[in-house]
């Protein structure tokens, strides 16, 4: 979080458009953070309009839709991956074989610092990945920490998310998500590894 993943994504489909491919860019509905289901927008406020789906087979239907009228599809953009459903992945596989090139964006690890759905498959899928840190801003005696950022903190209610908490929560004013280094990411109750 707060790492620029979706500025990056805007980017690469901004590059590409200059270069005068075709694009088509996905979101999962359930991502209304900013009051709109049409874009994909980043914190520094960057967006580029998007189709916003529940299934990613809906993928493969508008992608059919645009050759029908352009010939061919350059990239498929996807913000947010790791909310798709498991599916996502022989939908990759699909446009990958079409030779339309994937790129996506989203986090690997969920707030309780394990693995975010479908995201492992996904990564052993790229041929080039990108892994932006944000930078951790807990408190550390008046200080701020500073240190890279590679975890996500889910408050609630002011209070680190208990690991029995729902993994997807969307919405919410008492609800809050910071970028933590591993030294500051707290989740109480999470297992301790077992090598038994």
Not at 96 to 111: K, N, Y
Request: net charge negative.
């Amino acid at each position: 979080m707060f790492a620029g993943k979706t500025e990056g994504l805007i980017a690469e489909i901004t590059r590409a458009e200059i270069a005068k491919k075709n694009v088509l860019v996905f979101k999962p509905q359930m991502d209304y953070r900013w009051g709109k289901t049409d874009v994909v927008r980043s914190h520094s406020k960057s967006d580029h309009p998007a189709f916003s789906i529940d299934n990613p087979e809906e993928i493969l239907l508008i992608v059919e839709k645009h050759l029908e009228t352009l010939g061919k599809i350059d990239l498929v953009a996807i913000d947010e991956i790791q909310f798709m459903p498991e599916n996502i992945i022989e939908v990759i596989k699909i446009l990958l074989e079409m030779d339309i090139r994937v790129v996506f964006a989203g986090l690997a690890q969920d707030f309780r610092g394990e693995p975010f759905g479908s995201m492992p498959t996904l990564l052993a899928l790229c041929d080039e990945i990108d892994k932006p840190t944000a930078i951790c801003t807990e408190d550390v005696d008046g200080k701020q920490c500073n240190a890279p950022a590679t975890k996500t903190q889910r408050l609630i209610g002011g209070k680190p998310a208990k690991y029995t908490d729902p993994i997807v929560l969307v919405g919410g004013e008492e609800e809050g998500y910071h970028a933590r280094c591993p030294n500051h990411h707290v989740v109480p109750g999470k297992p301790k590894p077992n090598l038994k």
